[in-house]
């Protein structure tokens, strides 16, 4: 079974610009989480999407959104971009979503803002 | 306001000893513990959890074990093996809730 993957893996920004990461979770899973990584502030929860509705949402600006399609492949999208935003993004898919269901996390992408 | 806490940011350990990662949580409403591994270049990977009815659960060379008393949590790896070098992290949630995650401790296994 392949696992969750993000596209870009890589993305170089300037600030004001606008990015949307993609995320394929793994088949069958039908949540999936955003995470920021930044160091020293571990992982934080940016939002969750489960059948194309946003279920749980993080405490990030509203210039952090995010959208969930039929097939439940997830898109996050950051505008008007800022230095602090430069950070690895995460997604992670699991079947339902509840507690006790284990996340698979995908590889990242690394956004930097320049 | 960080709910969940790795004190330590980084740890080293001699290979074939015991590993001992510590976490610590505010929220009592927290019914579930987990441990993700993170190699650089990868995302996390689940490790092993513990539901809050339990005070210890054990998978191969990794036990967690859960305090609820004292909020506390840890993670014992035994033998320790080169190959466990990564950054952990702790989490928790309970019900729908998101996960919400500590800030890592980096563990470097010395062969």
């Known amino acids: 079974k392949a696992g969750v993957t993000q596209t870009p893996r890589y993305l170089i920004k300037t600030r004001g610009q606008q990015v949307t990461l993609s995320c394929s979770p793994i088949?069958?899973?039908?949540?999936v989480s955003w995470y920021q990584q930044t160091p020293g502030q571990g992982l934080q929860f940016l939002f969750e999407?489960?059948?194309?509705?946003?279920?749980n949402k993080g405490n990030f600006p509203g210039r952090f959104s995010g959208r969930q399609f039929s097939n439940s492949r997830s898109e996050m999208n950051v505008s008007t971009l800022e230095l602090g935003d430069s950070a690895l993004y995460l997604c992670a898919s699991s079947f339902q979503g509840g507690n006790t269901d284990t996340q698979y996390f995908g590889p990242g992408t690394r956004l930097t803002v320049l | 306001d960080q709910q969940v806490k790795q004190n330590s940011p980084s740890l080293s350990v001699q290979e074939g000893r015991i590993s001992i990662l510590n976490c610590d949580y505010t929220?009592?409403?927290?019914?579930?513990f987990l441990w993700y591994k993170k190699y650089p270049a990868e995302g996390p990977t689940f490790l092993i959890s513990i539901s809050s009815i339990k005070d210890k659960n054990e998978d191969g060379r990794f036990t967690v074990f859960l305090n609820k008393s004292a909020k506390h949590l840890s993670l014992h790896i035994v033998p320790s093996q080169p190959g466990d070098s990564a950054v952990y992290f702790c989490a928790a949630n309970f019900g729908n809730e998101k996960l919400t995650f500590g800030t890592g401790t980096r563990l470097t296994i010395i062969p």
């Open positions: 929220n009592s409403m927290f019914d579930y």
């Open positions: 999407y489960f059948s194309e509705t946003q279920r």
């Open positions: 088949s069958g899973h039908r949540s």
